[in-house]
């Protein structure tokens, strides 16, 4: 499996990539936005486009499909409950679905509510395995629910499906917010030396420079997985009277998803 990670340098700082076949040369487009720079991409690659994928129905995530279809005559896909929404999707995915780019590439779809209702991360079983998240898993953040999503329902998600994935799964991500996320974490978790020495590493890198993250990783300095950690809960107590003495993982990330959204 080749990933490239594509940086349109959008306002919304979004990913996108293309998903090849070594073998075959053909490949998947995950959440086109600049359909321009995914062709152009595709053509130096060699590589010829043959499906496309969206994480999500928000427009930064779809607004390439059209024109890429266009070029290309990809098929489109999506999540089944997003398809309308969408427009123009050729194939409606659920859950343990499985997308096929050629001969060696295999992506099994997780059904992923919380920043939308109809979310799929696709999540590659490979000697290296890979997680292509959309906006429900950032590096070192998790998705907001502004439009249409639910807190409650992330946290289902990570608890339930992120967290049983291998711990060496890299983690390709929808944005560019690992700086601004890192800072969040040490906001939440001031003596957290993994965030503090990454965040310094990475004051002066470029987003399309910006590393590739491991779940492993995540675990470490994300604060969405550190719902446990003592000092996490002590800060939460701080800004939330209700909060119980031992609160339970689900209003800790709730919580956290709360302080985010105004962080």
């Not at 076949?21 to 062709?39: H, N, R, V, W």
């Not at 496309?52 to 266009?70: P, S, Y």
């Not at 070192?140 to 799964?169: I, M, R, S, V």
């Not at 800004?239 to 209003?251: G, I, Q, S, Y």
């Amino acid at each position: 499996m080749i990933v490239e990670r594509l940086w349109p340098d959008s306002r919304l700082r979004n990913y996108h990539y293309l998903v090849a076949c070594s073998q075959t040369g053909e490949a998947l487009a995950i959440d086109p936005l600049d359909s321009d720079l995914m062709l152009r991409t595709a053509r130096e690659r060699g590589w010829q486009i043959t499906q496309i994928l969206n994480t999500h129905h928000h427009l930064d995530h779809t607004a390439g499909n059209a024109a890429v279809k266009a070029a290309t005559g990809a098929t489109i896909l999506a999540h089944a409950g997003a398809a309308a929404t969408i427009g123009g999707v050729d194939r409606g995915l659920a859950h343990g679905d499985v997308v096929r780019v050629g001969r060696t590439v295999e992506l099994e779809c997780l059904d992923t509510p919380g920043h939308t209702m109809s979310h799929v991360c696709l999540f590659a079983h490979a000697d290296q395995p890979a997680l292509f998240s959309g906006d429900t898993l950032f590096n070192a953040g998790a998705g907001n629910c502004h439009q249409g999503g639910d807190p409650g329902l992330l946290y289902e998600t990570f608890a339930g499906q992120l967290t049983k994935l291998p711990d060496a799964t890299r983690v390709f991500a929808g944005h560019d917010y690992l700086l601004n996320n890192l800072g969040f974490t040490l906001d939440r978790e001031p003596l957290n030396d993994v965030a503090a020495g990454l965040r310094a590493t990475l004051t002066d890198c470029r987003p399309q420079d910006m590393p590739v993250t491991t779940l492993a990783e995540e675990k470490r300095f994300n604060t969405f997985f550190r719902l446990q950690n003592p000092a996490i809960i002590a800060g939460l107590r701080e800004r939330f009277d209700d909060l119980p003495e031992a609160p339970t993982a689900r209003e800790v990330f709730v919580r956290l998803r709360a302080l985010r959204n105004k962080w």
